[in-house]
Structure formats: C-alpha cells, structure tokens
C-alpha cells in the first residue's frame, strides 16, 4: 500500500515538472519572439499594457478590472508600427469612415481683416468750452437750446458786468486823451497817449469784448451795459450751463460746442489682434440705419493701454462727416484692412490640439499612418495658424477626426513609455500615469506587506494530523 501510494506521488510531481517547463517555455517565446503563446494579441503574443476601457489614459502592466468591473483593453505591440512614440496606424477604408481628412502645409503671406464694433465719439480736438472772463450777471440767452446748430461768431448771450463797465470809460479816457495829444510837438506825449489807448483797447479783447461793439464805442462814445458773446467756432451746442438771471464767474461753463465735420470711431481690438494694425490703416464703417452709405477712415492712434474689465485695446479712427450722418453714440461694424503682412508655413486651425502648455499635430507621412508633433505656433489669420516649428511645407497634417486619432495615440504613447521608457522625461511620464491608474483604484493596495502574503497553515497542519 505505502509503495502504491509512492508511485502516485511520484508521477504528480513529475506531471507538475513538465507542465512547468512547457508552459515557462511557450510564454519565453512569445515574450521574446511575439509569434507563439496564449496572449490576447496576434499570434498569442502577450500586450505591451493594458488600458482602461473608459479612461485611455490610465494603464496597467497587469490585466485587471476597473472600477464598474469592466476588463481592462489589451494594448499590443503591432498595433502602431514603426515610428516615434504615439504614431498610429489605420486601415485607410478604416481612415475613410472615421472621416480624416488631410489638408498641407503651405507656405505663403497672409493678411487680416479684422472686424469689431466700434462706438461714435466727438472729436476732441474740435470741441469748445466757452467761459467769461470776468463776473457779472446773464441779461439774455439767444441760444437757449441744446442741439442747436451755431456758425462762427454767432451770437450767444448778453451779461452785464461792473469790471466790464468799468474797463469801457478806461478805454473812452484813453480815447479822448489821444485825441487832444495825438498832435503834440512833444513825442514823448504823444507816444505816452498811443500806449494808453492800445493797452486800454487790449484789456478790453482779452475780456472777450466782441469787435463790433468796441468798434460801436468808438464811434458813440457811449458805455455800454451789457456786452456780448459769440460762438468762436462752428458746430452743434452739446451742453448749455446757465440761465437768465444766472450769476457768473471765470469757473462758471457756459456753452459746449462740438464741430461734427469730423468724428472719431473707438473700436475694441483682442489682444491676438494688436500685432496686425498700425497707425495709417484703412478703416470701413457700415451703419445699420444708414445701409446705403459706407464710411472710409483711417487709424489715427492706438490706445498705450488695455480695458481691465473688457481685457481689450482701443483703436481711435478719424472719419469725415460734413454730411451730419454719423452721430456721436452711434454703434457701427468696423472693419479694419491690416497693412501688416506675415510669411510663413501655415495649416488650418483646427490642425492644431493645445494640450497644456503644448500643442501638436498629427502628419500622414504615408497613407494610414499618423505621426505626432510637437509643434510652436505663431500668428492666426482667416482660419489658419502658423507653425513656426514642427512641420514643413507641403507635409499633409490632419484637419478632420484629430481628436479620435489622439485618443488613439495617447494610448499607443502610453505602452511604449511603460515598455521602454527611453529618457527621464518618458519615465517620468510613465510614473504619473501610474499614479492617475492607482488614483481609479482606491481600494487596491500600492504594496503587499510580508504579512497579507502568509497564508492560513490550518488546512495543511489538519491534513497533517489525519
């Protein structure tokens, strides 16, 4: 009985030892050969990782499940081909219904128009203040109205003013005084006369004491109460700051005026948007009440600072407007025609994936093959952005289905760092992935301690004792 049963033992364990090696020796060669084996992958070889079903971006060396018990995708070596990390390879019929579609790199010189809304201002080199010179009291309003059209020299208002009063009899001494010396055999007398009258006839100019009325006190010899002031320019009257009765002072502000020959356009420009315009640009302005008119300008000044709440800079344009059509508050779609120009290698917009701090494109450099690139972008111009560094000209990069070659690329980059993280930058790569995986599995252990590896001996230690 007891050589029976030592027959039997011997035969398991030699069972077991050949079991042992056959197996060891199929997984040796399909990890080293990729032909033969029991794995997932073409031809039973094993995967380079696998991923998470819902997560590209988390992998593991192990096969596994996620958390909502779904098994992890195996990611096999064949799968990319030759070529830099992340390169993806498809079926072109594949390529075709996915909807990739390529577009090249051009070189070329772009301009740009750029379009904003702009606001109607007055010109401020063209608006008037009108304040006296003296005190005194208001006897008339001619113009008493806001909005009301004034040519140069029109009438205003009439005040009466004790200083005024006082400077006309100055001026009538000085007049009679050199009417009796003006014939004097003495110079000195006469010259002392002459300076008398013209600084007397000065003081009343400076007081704004319109001519017709000094040439009035000339002839008659009479002083007069109220004195006038006129408009010194042309223009429409903004603002209207006194009444009759109303007592004045040098600080009192009694007319604005706006010359609306010429008025300016304030436009918002983006701070992409800065680099293309410059001073001497031409502008059009179209108005929605006035579809039949279109307006040409010029920028005349750009704004040294940004708008903190609207992050966006102002661009002042001169339009002409002897015609009255442009009122001030208007609203107006702007349209500036950029004279700078810029050369270089340009592909559409959509190209380009942002990622963080990077961006990058994907280039066929052959037909169902795909190759990332890191790339540094320049200026956009009417839907194209220029690389500056990373692709040439003439080299086809995806325009259409980037984002699912992406997903797709992410996972291919993410194996071949973990298979054969080839630079610190890769393994460090390959070291947060991992802790985004540990991160999806809260209740996995990150180490096994020496004491969850003993294994209860009671079952053995009873088999024992039967």
Not at 29 to 40: I, N, Q, T
Not at 104 to 111: D, F, G, M, N, S
Not at 383 to 395: C, H, M, P, S, T
Not at 451 to 456: F, V
Request: hydrophobic letters at 35%; proline letters at 6%.
């Amino acid at each position: 009985m007891n050589r029976h049963m030592l027959f039997i033992t011997a035969a398991l364990a030699l069972g077991l030892v050949g079991g042992y090696f056959m197996s060891g020796g199929r997984q040796t060669e399909g990890k080293a050969g990729h032909v033969s084996g029991d794995g997932p992958c073409a031809g039973g070889t094993q995967p380079l990782t696998w991923r998470n079903p819902m997560n590209p971006s988390i992998t593991s060396p192990v096969p596994m499940k996620d958390s909502m018990g779904m098994d992890y995708v195996p990611v096999c070596a064949g799968d990319s081909g030759s070529g830099p990390a992340g390169t993806v390879k498809i079926d072109p019929t594949v390529t075709q219904n996915m909807g990739v579609r390529v577009t090249p790199a051009v070189q070329r010189t772009v301009t740009r128009e750029i379009t904003t809304v702009g606001r109607i201002a007055y010109d401020e080199t063209k608006l008037t203040t009108l304040h006296p010179k003296v005190d005194g009291w208001v006897d008339k309003l001619f113009v008493d109205k806001t909005g009301e059209s004034v040519k140069e020299d029109t009438m205003l208002l009439s005040f009466y003013s004790p200083q005024l009063v006082a400077t006309q009899e100055e001026y009538l001494l000085a007049l009679s005084n050199w009417e009796l010396l003006r014939d004097s055999p003495y110079a000195d007398i006469r010259d002392g006369a002459r300076r008398l009258l013209e600084s007397s006839l000065d003081r009343l100019r400076f007081f704004d004491v319109a001519e017709h009325q000094i040439r009035a006190l000339q002839k008659t010899h009479k002083v007069r109460k109220s004195m006038h002031i006129h408009a010194p320019a042309a223009g429409v009257v903004t603002h209207i700051g006194v009444r009759e009765g109303a007592h004045v002072t040098p600080a009192s502000e009694l007319y604005q005026i706006a010359d609306l020959s010429r008025v300016w356009v304030l436009g918002d420009l983006y701070e992409y948007e800065i680099p293309w315009v410059r001073v001497g640009d031409m502008a059009k302005l179209r108005i929605a009440s006035l579809p039949e008119s279109d307006f040409t300008g010029r920028i005349t000044y750009i704004y040294p600072y940004l708008d903190p709440k609207t992050r966006t800079n102002k661009v002042r344009i001169e339009f002409d407007n002897h015609d009255g059509l442009l009122k001030p508050d208007m609203f107006g779609d702007v349209t500036i025609i950029a004279s700078h120009s810029r050369s270089g290698v340009f592909v559409p917009r959509e190209s380009v994936l942002v990622t963080g701090k990077k961006a990058h494109v994907f280039v066929q450099t052959e037909p169902g093959r795909f190759e990332p690139r890191t790339v540094k972008t320049g200026a956009s111009s009417d839907g194209l952005l220029e690389i500056i560094d990373g692709v040439k000209d003439g080299e086809l990069v995806v325009s259409s289905g980037q984002f699912l070659i992406d997903s797709e690329s992410s996972i291919r980059e993410a194996a071949a760092k973990m298979v054969a993280p080839e630079s610190p930058a890769a393994k460090q790569d390959m070291e947060m992935d991992m802790q985004d995986m540990q991160m999806d599995m809260p209740n996995r252990p990150k180490k096994m301690d020496r004491k969850d590896m003993d294994m209860p001996m009671d079952g053995m230690q009873t088999e024992e004792a039967r």
